[in-house]
């Protein structure tokens, strides 16, 4: 009866464990985001107020976020952020940095057409081993000799969580087209692979 009694108290307590430990982490982030917005913005409004408000930083940051948001969706204010994206790149130092964040980002935004074309499955990085990976482009190779065309894909494929990764050619009959949305690919690589289905079917280019 004690054995059985332990047992059941074990596995209710992973089982305890295991629901709180995403709520416990996701309230840690949500609360050093928080504190960290409202450190950016906070000693600005102390020194204004001469007392400290806890949270104004914070909701400051959101509503310029937000009104940056509404800015850069119309004309005006497009033809503004263009202007000042203009303005950074010709500066040495930020135009790399600035340039190759923007593109990895601009990748993952919804709004964008033009970036991740499928979520696909790849024979990498060896034979028998199989990565997920989002096509990206696709490119035909011409040999100037023979004039024989090679057409290749190019797949960019996470090695650590979603914004790091290595782009590789390969050729069309080595890429698997997946049913998977875009955004269900995300959440599959941002969750290791736990989201994905049981079954994935093989859909058309």
Known sequence: MAISIRAILKRKFLAGLIVSIPAVITALVLVWFFEFVDGILGPVYDKILEHHVPGLGFVSAITLILLIGIISTNVFGKKAIEFIEKAIVRVPVFKGIYSSVKQLVDAFSPENKSSFKKFVIVEYPRAGS?????????????????????????VYVPTNNLYLGEIILFTEKDVFYTDISIEEGVKIILSGGIAAPAKILEAKE
């Open 130 to 154: 199989y990565a997920f990976g989002f096509l990206t482009k696709e490119s035909t190779i011409k040999t100037d000799n023979s004039g024989r065309e090679t057409c290749l894909r190019a």
